[in-house]
């Protein structure tokens, strides 16, 4: 597609369940990044791929988070046993490169934990 | 310390004037990228414009300008002749050039730009 394209755009799920969250990056973009934002804290950097490898896991909040991307192309946020602090709006990005180039966003899953 | 500081949370400006969104930053790196981005209320992120460290010029992008001031560090971002559509937040947002970065942006609190008819 044209852009980056996330999916679900809504997610209502209960405390304790796991989740997992879809990027597909534009054409061609070899960096992919995955952010959160949640009300009043801003925007929260996750994890970035460099095509299938994550250079540094070290922004992911606790070990019930982790990231995947394969084929240098979709990735996928899991989230485990989900609290409710987990709820926020959780953004992909991507870019060319990973270097000093916008990074273009999707328009996000919106995560509510019950 | 704050890596990115916006310190205006909200903003008004009247229709068709300009108007400008202070950034400050903070870094040590010589090679550095500023940001800016929308966010209307539909939640998507618009990325705007782009201004590197090594730039001169100051980057514009139709409406958009940045009046990057590197002694000072800052990364205002001016938009002439606002509409009504820009009412949105804003977000700086910085890209460190180190070996070994993260790679991720560093974002700012934001603004929320209010444009009155």
């Known amino acids: 597609g044209a852009g980056v394209s996330q999916s679900p755009s809504n997610k209502v799920t209960e405390k304790g369940k796991d989740v997992e969250l879809r990027c597909d990056p534009i054409?061609?973009?070899?960096?992919l990044y995955w952010y959160r934002q949640s009300l009043g804290q801003g925007l929260e950097f996750l994890i970035y791929?460099?095509?299938?490898?994550?250079?540094?896991k070290s922004g992911l909040p606790s070990d019930r988070f982790s990231a995947e991307r394969t084929g240098g192309s979709v990735s996928t946020l899991t989230i485990q046993r989900t609290q409710q602090e987990d709820s926020a709006v959780y953004l992909c990005?991507?870019?060319?490169?990973?270097?000093?180039?916008?990074?273009?966003f999707g328009d996000g899953t919106r995560l509510s934990i019950l | 310390a704050q890596k990115i500081t916006q310190t205006q949370p909200g903003m008004f400006v009247q229709e068709k004037e300009a108007v400008t969104l202070d950034c400050t930053y903070d870094t040590s790196d010589q090679s550095y990228g500023l940001f800016w981005y929308k966010q209307p209320s539909s939640g998507e992120m618009i990325f705007l414009i782009y201004?590197?460290?090594?730039?001169?010029q100051n980057a514009t992008e139709g409406r958009y300008s940045l009046n990057f001031q590197k002694a000072r560090k800052s990364a205002n971002l001016v938009i002439s002749a606002s509409q009504l559509g820009d009412s949105a937040m804003y977000f700086c947002?910085?890209?460190?050039?180190?070996?070994?970065?993260?790679?991720?942006?560093?974002f700012g609190k934001g603004t929320k730009l209010s444009v009155k008819p």
């Open positions: 947002a910085m890209r460190e050039g180190r070996g070994g970065s993260q790679g991720n942006l560093i």
């Open positions: 054409s061609g973009h070899t960096a």
């Open positions: 201004q590197g460290s090594y730039d001169e």
């Open positions: 990005a991507s870019s060319l490169t990973v270097g000093l180039q916008p990074q273009h």
């Open positions: 791929f460099q095509g299938n490898s994550a250079p540094d």
